[in-house]
């Protein structure tokens, strides 16, 4: 079966600093993979989305940059977070030929401090 | 540009009676799904149930039932015989083809309270 495996689990970084979240699927192969952030009163707003290794499209331009360095990994980075960066951030995937739901994976809250 | 509303924030709802919750959405596309998601306290995100939009029947799920109007662009989602359980933010949500792939669109979601 598949899984889906966000880490870490909670950050708290410091205005200025850099991140890396990552994501991980088990079980399939060549999923689409997404990154979505959930701040308060705003729902969860689609960051970035991958259709393969290398491919990343961005939705919304900000602070921050995706890489798919591998078929099942999804990473998450910024150079220097902001205090805006704070939220909480869900990695997703679907399989290709399915037209299906995404599968969310735990979420990593991040606090900026 | 495709969006999705959900016009209540916050509901409350005694345990055992019946709740419903409002998502509007805007597309010019004919064929396409719905979805709502289910996030409690652990913010692990569920899904509750999938509408497709070439369907006429609404879709059902156990004590969860939607009222799809294509036409009005509504997507309610109807929650009967309410329990502790449920108590939950609720997130309606629409996906779009896109060359390549799908991506799915969130409203701000409905923060669901059930009371004992």
């Known amino acids: 079966s598949q899984t889906i495996h966000q880490w870490p689990a909670t950050l708290v970084q410091p205005v200025g600093s850099p991140l890396s979240l990552e994501c991980t699927v088990e079980?399939?192969?060549?999923?689409?993979l997404y990154w979505y952030r959930q701040a308060a009163g705003r729902g969860l707003q689609l960051l970035f989305y991958s259709v393969g290794i290398g491919q990343i499209s961005s939705e919304v331009p900000q602070n921050l940059s995706a890489s798919r360095p591998q078929d099942r990994q999804f990473i998450l980075s910024s150079k220097k977070l902001l205090l805006s960066d704070s939220g909480f951030y869900l990695c997703?995937?679907?399989?290709?030929?399915?037209?299906?739901?995404?599968?969310f994976g735990p979420g990593t809250r991040l606090t900026v401090t | 540009a495709q969006t999705v509303t959900q016009s209540q924030p916050e509901m409350s709802v005694q345990e055992a009676e019946t709740v419903t919750l409002s998502c509007t959405y805007d597309t010019s596309e004919s064929n396409y799904y719905l979805f709502w998601y289910k996030q409690p306290p652990s913010r692990q995100m569920i899904l509750v149930i999938r509408q497709e939009a070439y369907k006429q029947q609404n879709a059902t799920e156990n004590r969860f039932s939607v009222n799809f109007q294509k036409a009005a662009k509504s997507f309610s989602l109807k929650i009967s015989d309410s329990q502790l359980g449920d108590t939950a933010m609720y997130f309606c949500a629409f996906m779009k083809h896109i060359p390549g792939t799908y991506k799915y669109i969130f409203g701000t979601g409905t923060r669901l309270k059930v009371l004992a």
């Open positions: 997703a995937w679907r399989e290709v030929l399915d037209v299906d739901r995404p599968y």
């Open positions: 079980g399939t192969s060549n999923p689409n």
